[in-house]
C-alpha cells in the first residue's frame, strides 16, 4: 500500500500536468481546489489552536486528534500533488 501512496504522489502531478495541457479550463478548477484546500488546512488548524488554548491543554497532546481530521487530510493531500503540479507548469515555459 506504501508504494501506491509514493507512487500515487509522484505520478499524479504529472497526469494533472498533461490533463491541463490538453484541456485549458482545468487550470482553473485545479486552482480553485487549491484554493479551498488551503483556506481549508488553515481553518482547521486555527480551530485546533483555538480549542487546545481554551482547553488548557498542550498542543502535543491533541496533535494525532488534528492530523487524522479528513478536513486537514484530504485537502493537504491535494496540495501535496498541486503543489508538485504548479511546479511542472514553470518548467513549460
Do not use: E
Request: proline share 5%; with cysteine; net charge positive.
Amino acid at each position: 500500500m506504501k508504494q501506491w501512496i509514493i507512487c500515487s504522489f509522484i505520478v499524479l502531478p504529472f497526469v494533472m500536468f498533461l490533463a491541463a495541457n490538453y484541456v485549458k479550463p482545468l487550470r482553473k478548477v485545479f486552482h480553485a481546489l487549491a484554493f479551498l484546500s488551503f483556506y481549508s488546512v488553515g481553518v482547521v488548524l486555527a480551530v485546533a489552536v483555538y480549542n487546545t488554548n481554551s482547553h488548557g491543554t498542550t498542543f502535543t497532546t491533541n496533535v494525532h486528534d488534528i492530523l487524522l481530521n479528513p478536513w486537514l487530510l484530504f485537502p493537504g493531500a491535494y496540495l501535496g500533488l498541486y503543489i508538485p503540479y504548479r511546479m511542472l507548469l514553470g518548467f513549460k515555459k
